[in-house]
């Protein structure tokens, strides 16, 4: 037998948000001075009391396996939680604890996706997505969305995507990468539509709480019993909590994928870490006025960013609502030469801008949207003003 690697592991592309922040990170350890556009990941510390709690999970002697679920502490917490702010009514055995919203999503495809059947994924989307369908054996379907509809697709063109091998759409509200939020009438068309024809909706909610200009979240499953019966609540503490590394994410759902979900994992990765699981109920089950303090700071960010890039000739953004990040356009830019170098697409783009002027930014091609790049905001206002410097520099500069 050849030592070779598996047909399937051939073909994956590696995360290119993770790439790029990791590029950052080594040019900034060699002595280069870069603004790091590039991960989504909140740059404020996880709050003291969340550390507390993990210290005394420690000293607790909390170090063993847990169900490989996760604990009933904090199964009941995301009860709770999802009850207390989305008005949903889960029992304990239809929720699951991963290590990570990105391993609750791998999860969900694992348990419900067979080679073939098609996902459709409204893009532009976060990176992960196609490809953890086809880890699955499953495919995914893009159905665009516009800039000026905030990219949200629109429902005929979902519809439209529709075939008899779909099992499954993806929505992701407040959405990575555009910040785009659907309203309760774009919610509603897929709800329909799902029940209609039977469909699974994975509704990833990582970013609810990101949330600015008093806008509130509604979840696809407050929109009834059925839909809720068909759809994947995703969810997790990374952004909210800035507790990325702490890799806690869960997922609730209908019972028996979730139980399907429970063996899959119990043989794959047993729990998440267990003085993780202790923080994370403590962050759900406590004051939540850090998460305020985070949102009200993320949206002067926000405010600041998208002024700055407007203010600049030949790139735009649109105004997001949520998350912490924007998508510069750059189309006007495209086909036109840096210092005698072609930019012929958004990887040209951020590669020459990182080389260049040292600002790191994830090309659209990594979320299928080729023509933008996008930007996390989720570093200091002093940051934000130093790379939309350099950007106006470089922009300047294109001839
Ligand atoms: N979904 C989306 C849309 C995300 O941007 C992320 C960020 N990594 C995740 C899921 C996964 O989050 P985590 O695994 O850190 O909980
Ligand atoms: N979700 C973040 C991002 O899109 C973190 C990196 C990742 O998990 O892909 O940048």
Same mark, same amino acid.
């Given at each position: 037998m050849a030592l070779t690697l598996s047909h399937r592991c051939q073909h994956i592309a590696p995360s290119m948000t993770l790439s790029i922040d990791a590029r950052a990170k080594e040019m900034r350890a060699a002595g280069f001075d870069v603004v790091g556009?590039? /991960?989504?990941? $909140?740059d404020f510390n996880t709050p003291q009391h969340i550390c507390d709690a993990a210290k005394e999970a420690l000293d607790r002697g909390m170090t063993r396996y847990t169900p490989s679920s996760g604990t009933v502490e904090l199964r009941r917490a995301i009860c709770d939680k999802l009850w207390r702010d989305n008005g949903l009514s889960y029992s304990l055995d239809e929720v699951i604890v991963s290590s990570g919203a990105k391993h609750s999503l791998f999860n969900v495809f694992q348990a419900i996706l067979d080679p073939g059947d098609e996902v459709i994924i409204p893009t532009p989307?976060?990176?992960?997505y196609p490809e953890m369908v086809r880890m699955a054996g499953g495919v995914p379907v893009f159905v665009r969305g516009h800039e000026k509809n905030s990219f949200v697709p629109q429902g005929e063109d979902i519809l439209r995507a529709v075939s008899i091998r779909t099992k499954a759409i993806v929505i992701t509200s $407040?959405? &990575? $990468?555009?910040?785009g939020v659907w309203t309760s009438d774009d919610l509603q068309v897929v709800a329909d539509l799902a029940v209609d024809r039977g469909l699974y909706v994975v509704s990833d909610?990582?970013?609810?709480?990101?949330?600015?200009?008093?806008l509130w979240h509604v979840s696809v /499953?407050?929109?009834g019993e059925q839909i809720k019966q068909q759809t994947f609540v995703i969810n997790g503490v990374s952004k909210c909590y800035a507790?990325?590394?702490?890799r806690i994410g869960y997922t609730a759902g209908p019972r028996d994928v979730i139980r399907a979900m429970g063996n899959f994992q119990s043989q794959?990765?047993? &729990? /998440?870490n267990s003085m993780a699981q202790h923080a994370a109920a403590v962050a759900l089950n406590s004051d939540q006025t850090c998460v305020r303090e985070m949102v009200a700071e993320f949206q002067q960010r926000r405010d600041l960013i998208v002024q700055r890039i407007n203010e600049v000739e030949g790139i735009s953004c649109a105004m997001p609502h949520g998350a912490f990040y924007v998508m510069l356009n750059i189309k006007k830019l495209i086909g036109r030469l840096h210092h005698g170098q072609h930019i012929t697409g958004s990887m040209e783009f951020a590669s020459m801008l990182l080389k260049d002027k040292q600002v790191a930014v994830v090309p659209g091609v990594a979320f299928e949207a080729e023509g933008y790049c996008r930007l996390s905001y989720a570093t200091s206002r002093e940051q934000i003003n130093k790379g939309l410097d350099r950007i106006a520099a470089f922009v300047s500069e294109i001839e």
């Open positions: 556009f590039g /991960a989504g990941e $909140p989307c976060w990176v992960s $407040p959405s &990575n $990468p555009c910040g909610e990582i970013y609810e709480k990101l949330l600015y200009d008093g /499953a407050q929109l507790m990325t590394g702490w794959a990765a047993s &729990n /998440a």
